[in-house]
């Protein structure tokens, strides 16, 4: 029922910027922490950057200082403003959030299906 659905990606020059946007839906009592990840070919995926529901951002050090994560949380969204792209950020990015369904329930993990952000010359 918790669907997420990245959108922004595309195919962009070195030292160019992205601006990626991930919404949630569906019966959801709230959301805690969300994040971007991405999976270059052959390696495995990785943490770009997480942000909670307070505010609080950790990013991988390989996009600190270049990219940026933020919260909409009235409209359940996360975004990844990534600047001074670089030919080793191409790879396929990933929303992740940690979802309450319900009052008194746990808390479950969801992501949603990837899009490609390709950095080229």
């Known amino acids: 029922q918790v669907q997420l659905e990245e959108s922004g990606g595309g195919l962009v020059q070195p030292g160019g910027s992205l601006r990626l946007s991930c919404v949630a839906s569906g019966d959801m009592f709230s959301i805690t922490r969300m994040g971007w990840y991405r999976r270059a070919p052959g390696k495995q995926r990785e943490l770009v950057a997480t942000?909670?529901?307070?505010?609080?951002?950790n990013y991988a050090d390989a996009v600190k200082g270049r990219f940026t994560i933020s919260r909409d949380n009235a409209n359940d969204m996360v975004y990844l403003q990534m600047n001074s792209l670089k030919v080793e950020d191409t790879a396929v990015y990933y929303c992740n959030a940690d979802v309450l369904r319900r009052a008194w329930s746990t808390i479950d993990d969801y992501w949603g299906q990837g899009i490609q952000v390709t950095v080229s010359s």
């Open positions: 942000i909670t529901s307070g505010g609080n951002a």
